[in-house]
């Protein structure tokens, strides 16, 4: 079979984006947003029946402490 087999595991592109995207940033989530809602969506899209979602709770608390933190100054 020719080209690339689709992954069993849905978002894993998307979680991947994201240690990425915080690695670069030096795991600064506020840097991330972008990435972060693209691993929302695809959580969304697959009902949150993925693995790579299970951080995905978290990952959006934070990055709402940290906007409310910004707005405010």
Known sequence: M??????????????????????????NAQRCLKVIEKLEACCQNCSYNSTHCASLSDLL?????????????
Request: aromatic share 2%; hydrophobic share 15%.
């Open 2 to 27: 020719a080209g690339k087999q689709k992954s069993q595991e849905p978002c894993k592109k998307e979680a991947c984006d994201i240690q990425s995207c915080l690695t670069k940033n030096n795991f």
């Open 61 to 73: 608390k934070t990055s709402k402490k940290s906007n409310k933190r910004s707005s405010i100054k």
